[in-house]
């Protein structure tokens, strides 16, 4: 009998080592069946790889799924969430975040297809991550066993982990035997550079750390320009041409590697409740969140853009902290996708060195009257003395304690 009667596991497996490592302790230690699942999210590594070391570790090959999840990472996930123009604490784009639903979901899909018992993931004890699967994983399933090693396993060094990949022949490459100088983890949305050389935040980050643009220094001395186009909201193509969610974000990537934008050196409060520091590359989501609020700024009225700003850090909050599947981001996500009904139409961005400026925008939806606006005498009636009743109205009470300070000293 396996250990805790659990005889078949799901485990999101990338086929590097430290996943490598609790497969093979999830078979020795678990007497488990593994079933391993490996996700192409546009992470700029071959995963086909993924297979055979899955094999070489005794995995069934009925019990591999390797998937390409890209498209519906970028539709379901990420657009979504730029809906909102969502930020975590004033600067970061979510990168790493949102993508723990979608790989829980998938694994809890599997699990259901294989008849697996359980769940696993590599998320160490101190971060994020292992809070973003588990609630997933509980949201989608709530009666699913969840296996953590890192909270589980007795390995008190990385030497440890080591000998026992040695012990059972698990490949070890040259660069994992010294120090690794910073972990990353990366998407079509991002890459995230955290640990090791990155962990003292009054020092610079090195520039080999950024893997996903150039400096802004080195960007080109001209500036470039795109036209994005948008429908209910998001984005569906550029200049022009109409790309599907993937093919777009990849677009603005290569925009935005080549004109140094997307850069973020940030110190963040974690779920769990210690400060870390990343460093953070999205340039393909910098210049989409610089354009989809050019796009609000004439389609969406005051009311509906000024509610949806305030509504944003509590969204952030929510998928920061591993409750995308929850009801309340969900009542958030029907309120914010209803606002982008008029979201529509074209904007024009200029890319330079770093920069992202919105330098044009039009829709067939747009709320600007330039009638209204002009200091030119305009075809729409407007009286500027209605404005004094406007403006007393709203200084009534401020006027009313006033004079009451004045009165009372106060």
């Known amino acids: 009998m396996s250990k805790h009667g659990i005889k078949k596991v799901v485990l999101a497996y990338s086929g590097g080592l430290d996943t490598s490592i609790i497969l093979k302790w999830?078979?020795?230690?678990?007497?488990?069946?593994?079933?391993t699942f490996t996700a192409d999210l546009g992470q700029g590594e071959e995963i086909e790889p993924a297979r055979a070391k899955a094999l070489a570790a005794g995995v069934k090959p009925e019990n591999i799924f390797i998937e390409d999840v890209r498209e519906e990472f970028v539709r379901d996930y990420v657009f979504p969430m730029f809906r909102a123009n969502t930020v975590?604490?004033?600067?970061?784009?979510?990168?790493?975040?949102?993508?723990?639903p979608l790989i829980a979901k998938k694994q809890i899909d599997i699990a259901r297809q294989t008849g697996a018992d359980a769940?696993?993931?590599?998320?160490?004890?101190?971060?994020?991550?292992?809070?973003?699967f588990e609630l997933g994983y509980y949201a989608l399933e709530p009666d699913i066993h969840v296996i953590a090693p890192?909270?589980?396993?007795?390995?008190?060094?990385?030497?440890?982990?080591?000998?026992f990949a040695e012990k059972h022949q698990i490949q070890i490459t040259?660069?994992?035997?010294?120090?690794?100088?910073?972990?990353?983890?990366?998407?079509?949305?991002?890459?995230?550079?955290?640990?090791?050389?990155?962990?003292?935040?009054?020092?610079?980050?090195?520039?080999?750390?950024?893997?996903?643009?150039?400096?802004?220094?080195?960007?080109?001395?001209?500036?470039?320009?795109?036209?994005?186009?948008?429908?209910?909201?998001?984005?569906?193509?550029?200049?022009?041409?109409?790309?599907?969610?993937?093919?777009?974000?990849?677009?603005?990537?290569?925009?935005?590697?080549d004109n140094g934008i997307?850069?973020?050196?940030?110190?963040?409060?974690?779920?769990?409740?210690?400060?870390?520091?990343?460093?953070?590359?999205?340039?393909?989501?910098?210049?989409?969140?610089?354009?989809?609020r050019g796009m609000e700024s004439i389609t969406l009225d005051r009311g509906s853009m000024h509610l949806k700003d305030e509504l944003m850090p509590r969204y952030a909050s929510l998928i920061y902290n591993g409750f995308w599947f929850a009801p309340e981001r969900e009542m958030l996500q029907a309120a914010i996708d209803l606002s982008q009904k008029h979201v529509t139409g074209q904007v024009r961005v200029k890319l330079y060195k770093g920069n992202v400026s919105v330098i044009g925008r039009t829709s067939p939806w747009s709320l600007y009257d330039q009638d209204l606006?002009?200091?030119?005498?305009?075809?729409?009636?407007?009286?500027?003395?209605?404005?004094?009743?406007?403006?007393?109205?709203?200084?009534?009470?401020?006027?009313?304690?006033?004079?009451?300070?004045?009165?009372?000293?106060?």
């Open 174 to 257: 040259k660069d994992k035997r010294g120090e690794a100088p910073f972990s990353v983890d990366a998407n079509l949305l991002h890459s995230s550079s955290e640990g090791k050389v990155l962990e003292d935040p009054a020092v610079e980050a090195p520039e080999f750390v950024h893997m996903r643009t150039i400096s802004p220094e080195a960007a080109p001395d001209e500036p470039t320009i795109i036209t994005m186009d948008f429908e209910g909201g998001d984005p569906v193509a550029i200049d022009g041409v109409r790309m599907s969610p993937a093919t777009l974000l990849t677009r603005l990537n290569q925009l935005g590697h």
């Open 26 to 35: 999830l078979q020795t230690e678990y007497g488990a069946e593994v079933v």
């Open 119 to 132: 769940v696993s993931h590599g998320a160490t004890g101190k971060g994020n991550d292992q809070v973003r």
């Open 150 to 163: 890192w909270r589980e396993w007795d390995f008190k060094s990385r030497e440890a982990l080591l000998d």
């Open 262 to 292: 997307g850069r973020l050196d940030l110190v963040e409060n974690r779920f769990v409740g210690m400060k870390s520091r990343g460093v953070y590359e999205t340039p393909g989501g910098t210049i989409l969140l610089a354009a989809h």
């Open 373 to 410: 606006v002009t200091f030119e005498e305009g075809r729409v009636a407007y009286d500027h003395r209605d404005a004094a009743g406007f403006i007393k109205l709203n200084a009534l009470r401020l006027r009313v304690q006033a004079r009451r300070d004045r009165r009372t000293g106060g």
């Open 88 to 100: 975590y604490e004033g600067q970061y784009l979510l990168g790493t975040s949102i993508a723990r």
